[in-house]
């Protein structure tokens, strides 16, 4: 369903077109996660859901994929007015 959105969100990844917000760094420490990890998600995954921003109206997409050790991890992402994909947070499901 969202099939142009995942093709773009994995191209920032092979072109390491992204940044991480700090809420998104503390939630992959937290989960035992590395940037490996979060890539793999991004590379293995499918978007689940996509929601609206109330604030700024901006798109956020969830990522469901698999980390390096093959567990599940949601991201949530958005491509930032810069073109830049943004990890907003990271967890395992």
Do not use: P
């Not at 992959?28 to 793999?40: A, P, Q, R, Y």
């Not at 998600?41 to 990522?63: A, C």
Request: glycine content about 6%.
């Amino acid at each position: 369903m969202f099939e142009r959105i995942l093709n773009e969100l994995q191209e920032k990844i092979r072109t390491r077109q992204y940044v991480m917000t700090t809420h998104a760094e503390e939630e992959m420490d937290d989960d035992g996660l590395s940037i490996f990890d979060v890539e793999s998600v991004i590379l293995s995954g499918e978007i689940i859901e996509r929601q609206k921003d109330q604030n700024t109206g901006e798109w956020k997409y969830l990522v469901r994929g698999e980390a390096l050790n093959r567990k599940i991890a949601i991201a949530v992402t958005k491509i930032a007015l810069t073109g830049k994909l943004v990890f907003i947070t990271v967890y395992r499901e």
